[in-house]
């Protein structure tokens, strides 16, 4: 899945672009699974996967922990690259509007 979203490539240099909004569908269909891990139960009601834990003897929530970097990173990359293409955008409109004339002389 995430290799699809970035366009199925694993190599990158300067000049290739990747979408956005499918890193972001990534993001939120990883959150998807991680919910879905942690809620399967089988026939009789115990969970299928123990992957967090809060119990007396203390907290482990490294199953969450791991994912949620994972989710936090997609949704860096997706604003890194939305404001990539917005910045192309206002720097194209500024070269309009604030065109530099020739000297007259």
Do not use: C
């Not at 009789?44 to 929530?61: A, Y």
Request: glycine share 6%.
């Amino acid at each position: 899945m995430l290799v699809t979203a970035h366009g199925g490539r694993t190599r990158f240099y300067i000049s290739d672009t990747i979408n956005p909004q499918f890193v972001s569908n990534a993001a939120r269909n990883i959150e998807k699974a991680t919910w879905l891990l942690s809620q399967r139960q089988d026939a009789i009601g115990v969970l299928l996967l123990f992957s967090n834990e809060i119990s007396e003897e203390g907290s482990n929530l490294s199953f969450a922990v791991e994912f949620g970097k994972i989710v936090a990173r997609l949704d860096l990359l997706t604003q890194m690259l939305d404001e990539r293409y917005r910045r192309i955008g206002v720097n194209y409109a500024q070269s309009l509007l604030l065109m530099n004339f020739l000297p007259v002389q």
